[in-house]
């Protein structure tokens, strides 16, 4: 594992909450059509594919990757499929990384995707489970025990849910791609139904159709290529099981092992002032405060504060998820690479009207699962 | 569809419902678990390395990777660490809205298991409020999770916070 890598091609589709208009495969078409486009590239040039989403029942397509082998252009190349649950979107970009750190590819297209609407997440999201009481609600029922605990722990104001989901809008709004991109103001989500005490429905992630696509290159592949590339300073996934004694699902060890892999790997010292913007997956708006801290860019308890100054908006210190995030889009599969996708393209001055200026370094993250999957990389404008 | 002909325009979403009944093989421990519930038992599993205990019992510990080979009955009764009150259906759910998804912490388990909170107001649950089962009366229970029918309130003293954040 020497060689560097780079991004050369971002892809990603419109989405929306029923894309009508396309198949899963023209779907994941779109993305890929849009990646290669965007790298200067042919399917000819790919040496290898590797596809994330999330579970299968969230469509009840099983193995998807091999019925979307067609649509991926991934005929007599070799295709594997990448599952981690909610962060898979950033573990599957990861994996195309490995594949060309090896040396045996040179170009390697990632593509992750989900279609909410062929399916129901929030069924398949609430397990019946034969030796237990089916009682978790969806993946809202389940993370709002552990926003609640955050609250608790920190005693942070009842207003920073609300603050961060406003700022997730205004951010969307200048993403042509975001599923929701009109402004809310803090009474409209103060006063949204309370879906699950204490998660408001204005402070939830919304269901998306959409993918995203990545073309990871080498090196000699990378400078080859008619863009400047976003450099993969260095990545990193961790897990940790679901039910273990002591385990912190407010600031799980597994996220915070895996900040410190991708800062030492970049050579980051201070993340609050080393880097210029980060993409993080914020399904539930409470979740920004929680993962500042667990990423280190401040002690324990500090997270919300962070939000209270509004140190976290475009223009100011450390600018969170321009793109609108999570909040703004979620086609689950895809909502990690989404994330990784545009901290590269924030690297690459090619984030369009939600650009960070003079963004030189960015972290993108993502977890999944009961917060036990995590996957992140640090993507400068540098080699 | 109507009878009348073709529809006019282009049919682009068939909404249709998939069945997948599947076969779930409990295993060893957790037969014995649901057996146990018929005797108003909890039985949890105790690591042979760290002594913690699992509910419901799991056979190797995921923290220590050593053998759980002591299964030990566990209190009916324990804390709310944290929980949610829920306001969503979901799909082929009866159980009544609002309602209050706990995690509980036994008395004598390492670690939370899924609880409903009754027989009190879902604005009146606290982190640290004291809980204890309800079952099914005798004659009517199956060796099944609804066996518990719910827990609710024992009129305890709440536990600190500090206690309990550790067992979330």
């Known amino acids: 594992m020497s060689r560097q890598a780079a991004v050369v091609g971002v892809g990603q589709t419109q989405h929306a909450s029923r894309r009508a208009d396309v198949s899963i495969a023209g779907l994941v078409r779109e993305a890929v059509d849009r990646a290669l486009l965007d790298a200067g590239l042919e399917h000819r040039d790919i040496d290898a594919v590797v596809v994330g989403k999330a579970p299968d029942m969230l469509e009840g397509v099983m193995q998807p990757e ?40 040179e170009r390697v297209l990632a593509v992750a995707f989900e279609k909410q609407s062929e399916g129901n997440a929030m069924w398949a999201l609430s397990p019946n489970l034969p030796f237990t009481q089916p009682l978790v609600a969806g993946a809202g029922g389940y993370f709002a025990p552990y926003v609640r605990a955050y609250m608790a722990r920190t005693k942070c104001p009842p207003h920073i849910g609300p603050m961060t989901a406003v700022n997730a809008r205004q951010n969307g709004g200048r993403n042509e791609y975001a599923h929701l991109r009109e402004p809310m103001t803090l009474d409209d989500v103060m006063n949204s139904p309370v879906l699950w005490d204490p998660i408001r429905y204005g402070e939830t992630c919304p269901s998306s159709d ?174 | 569809m109507s009878t009348s002909g073709p529809p006019k325009e282009p049919v682009k979403y068939v909404e249709k419902q ?32 760290t002594g913690k205990v699992f509910v419901p019992p799991i056979v190797a510990s995921p923290e220590s990777f050593a053998p759980c080979d002591e299964l030990i009955p566990v209190a009916d009764r324990g804390v709310v660490t944290t929980f949610c009150i829920v306001n969503i259906p979901v799909i082929g759910r009866s159980i009544e809205l609002p309602y209050v998804a706990a995690s509980v912490a036994l008395d004598g388990a390492d670690i939370s298991i899924y609880a ?47 206690s309990f954040m550790h067992r979330l």
């Not at chain 1, 594997?80 to 040396?103: E, K, Y």
């Open chain 2, 18 to 49: 998939l069945h997948l009944p599947y076969c779930y093989v409990a295993g060893d421990y957790k037969v014995r678990y649901l057996a146990a519930l018929k005797d108003k038992t909890i039985l949890g599993s105790k690591c042979s390395r």
């Open chain 2, 116 to 162: 409903l909170i009754q027989e009190c107001a879902p604005a009146d649950v606290r982190m640290g409020m004291r809980v204890e089962a309800v079952w099914k009366p005798d004659g009517e229970r199956q060796g099944s999770h609804e066996d518990i029918i719910h827990f609710r309130p024992t009129g305890e003293p709440d536990a600190p916070l500090a």
């Open chain 1, 66 to 105: 091999q019925f979307l082998a067609g649509a991926l252009g991934a005929h007599l190349k070799p295709l594997i499929r990448v599952h981690t649950a909610g962060s898979v979107g950033a573990s599957t970009a990861l994996a195309a990384v490995t594949h060309v750190r090896t040396g045996l590819f």
């Open chain 1, 210 to 383: 959409g993918a995203c696509a990545l073309v990871i290159a080498s090196e000699e592949a990378a400078l080859r290529g008619p863009r400047r590339p976003a450099w993969i300073r260095s990545g990193a996934s961790y897990a940790e099981a679901m039910w273990v004694p002591g385990r912190d699902q407010v600031s799980p060890r597994a996220g915070k092992i895996c900040a410190k892999a991708v800062y030492e790997g970049a050579g980051i010292t201070n993340p609050w002032k080393e880097i210029d913007t980060a993409e993080i997956y914020v399904p539930f708006a409470w979740f920004e405060a929680m993962w500042l801290e667990n990423l280190g860019f401040c002690d324990p308890g500090e997270g919300w504060k962070i939000i209270d100054r509004g140190e976290q908006r475009m223009g100011a210190h450390l600018p969170i998820n321009p793109s609108g995030g999570v909040l703004c889009s979620n086609p689950i599969g895809a909502s990690g690479m989404l994330r990784l996708g545009e901290a590269a393209l924030q690297v690459m001055g090619r984030a369009g009207a939600h650009q960070v200026d003079g963004a030189k370094t960015a972290l993108g993250h993502a977890y999944g699962g009961g917060s036990q999957y995590f996957a992140m990389w640090i993507v400068s404008n540098e080699r």
